[in-house]
């Protein structure tokens, strides 16, 4: 067997590459930023969708990027054999369709025909194909919401704490890791889109004082309460999106994930280290 990770440098591919190591298996790692080489890892320099190296015959792929850039590639890829692949999407698919937001909308409208269009690329190598949809990714210092918040208050040593009554789930990247892992021995998971969530709802206001709490340095927490919060909406008409939805659940439903893949994330509880950058 010899593994495809696409946008193997991501908070998902750190964690996913030595479990990947520890099954034996002979892995490609492609990403824009290539690492050197290690014992059982190949790094490719390379994009979706048109900048792929020449490939060997794979068994399957496994992607962290761009859902919409995936789907374009594996259209027009000529591939051997018929590998099994899987794709991270994004919970935005759901969460944001009824955003009040027109670009939000059209985020959601966008993951969901990506989604349908890898299915169809798939179905054309016959290939067969499980989407991971997770919520908030934190875990490798290398997301861009939580862990960018962490390391400015670090340097200015002042933590905003939007109040947020909307329901947060959090997921390691590690866990998602796991599933990819599962989902590649589970032919039941081919064809599913599959939510992934952390292993714990909170509250937003919860998540952030949490990720304060976890914090090397002391800081100054500075509440933003809801009052202030509208205000700015008005103000700022570009920041209604994530601004409003600090009042909306942004949660997943792991039933299915759980009972295909035996996956149970983790809870939210967050480490220094987790807030800043692998590698």
């Known amino acids: 067997m010899t593994v495809l990770v696409i946008g193997a440098s991501s908070q998902i591919g750190w964690f996913l590459l030595p479990r990947l ?3 034996g298996e002979p892995v490609l790692a ?29 068994s399957a792929i496994i992607s962290c990027g761009p859902l919409s850039h995936l789907a374009d590639w594996l259209s027009q890829a000529s591939l051997g054999d018929a590998p099994r692949v899987i794709a991270t999407s994004s919970m935005s698919a759901e969460s944001k369709r009824d955003s009040p937001v ?14 349908a269009a890898l299915a169809g690329a798939c179905e054309r190598h016959g290939s067969a194909w499980t ?41 390691h990247a590690d866990d998602i890791a796991q599933a990819a892992l599962a989902a590649l021995e589970c032919p039941a998971s081919a064809g599913r889109v599959l939510p992934i969530g952390g292993g714990e709802r909170l509250a937003a206001a919860e998540m952030f004082a949490r990720v304060r709490r976890s914090l090397p340095a002391t800081t100054i927490p500075v509440p933003l309460p809801a009052w202030l919060l509208h205000a700015v909406q008005l103000a700022l008409p570009r920041l209604r999106g994530p601004l409003g939805r600090l009042d909306r659940d942004l949660v997943a439903d792991n039933a299915e994930l759980e009972r295909l893949l035996g996956i149970r994330p983790r809870p939210f ?7 800043l950058p692998s590698g």
């Open 21 to 23: 190591l520890a099954t």
């Open 102 to 115: 027109p670009g939000e909308r059209d985020v959601s409208r966008q993951l969901r025909e990506s989604e």
């Open 269 to 275: 509880r967050p480490e220094a280290s987790m807030w």
């Open 131 to 171: 989407v991971l949809r997770p919520t908030l990714v934190y875990g490798a210092g290398l997301d861009q919401s939580l862990a960018p918040m962490a390391r400015r208050a670090m340097r200015t040593r002042l933590f905003p704490l939007p109040a947020g009554r909307g329901l947060r789930q959090p997921v």
């Open 30 to 58: 492609m990403s824009r930023h290539p690492r050197p080489g290690s014992p059982g890892i190949t790094w490719l320099h390379g994009s979706l969708p048109d900048r792929v190296p020449a490939l060997p015959s794979l």
